[in-house]
Every structure is written in C-alpha cells, then in structure tokens.
C-alpha cells in the first residue's frame, strides 16, 4: 500500500507562485510513477503533469507546460509542483496519484489540496 497526502494549496492572485508537495509513505519503492491531476468545479478531472519516480522523467499537459514544473526528493519521499504564473483558471482541487505496477492505473490518490487564483 501507498498513501499519498498533498500540502501547498492556498489562495493566490493571478500571476503569482505557489508549490504543492506529495508526500508519500507506505510501500514508496514500488511506485513508478507519480502524477498531479486537478478537478475544476463542475468539470472532469484532468491530467496536470507525471514525473517517473526512479528517473526523474516528466511529462505535462499543454495547459501547463513552460508554467509549471514537476520534481521529486526521493529522500524525502516526496514530489512537488512548482506552479508559476498562475491564472484563474489554474482554479482546482489537486490530487497527486501513484502508479504501482503491475497496475497500469493510478491506484493510490490523496486527499486533494485547494488552489484558487483570483483575478
């Protein structure tokens, strides 16, 4: 098992930083991935950025590439996401998600943190 709990949530103005961090505890050398997902009130969830656990590779959706930037502090257990240049429609619970194999799904979620910008 994997749990995963998020912190950095807040609100922001436009234009402005905030960091999120994922903290993971359990079985964390199992994962192999870790991704940020958000969900806007009355939308479906989406997918933010992933960063593989052991390599470090990352990935993001377009929506925030060049704003935002996802790393890992293995020792520390834990990923973050820079988020810079933030805009209202950056407004969202965040969740960040682990993926064990052999599972091909994100199986282990937080709790989901809050991030509003206003305008």
């Known amino acids: 098992q994997v749990q995963l709990v998020e912190s950095g949530g807040g609100l922001v103005q436009a234009g402005g930083s905030l960091r999120l961090s994922c903290a993971a505890s359990?079985?964390?050398?199992?994962?192999?991935?870790v991704g940020w997902f958000r969900q806007a009130p009355g939308k479906e969830r989406e997918f933010v950025a992933h960063i593989t656990w052991s390599g470090g590779n990352t990935y993001y959706a377009d929506s925030v590439k060049g704003r935002h930037t996802i790393s890992r502090d293995n020792a520390k257990n834990t990923v973050y996401l820079q988020m810079n240049s933030l805009k209202p429609e950056d407004t969202a619970v965040y969740y960040c998600?682990?993926?064990?194999?052999?599972?091909?799904?994100?199986?282990?979620w937080g709790q989901g943190t809050q991030v509003t910008v206003s305008s």
């Open positions: 998600a682990a993926r064990v194999p052999p599972s091909w799904a994100y199986d282990y």
């Open positions: 359990g079985r964390t050398l199992s994962i192999y991935r």
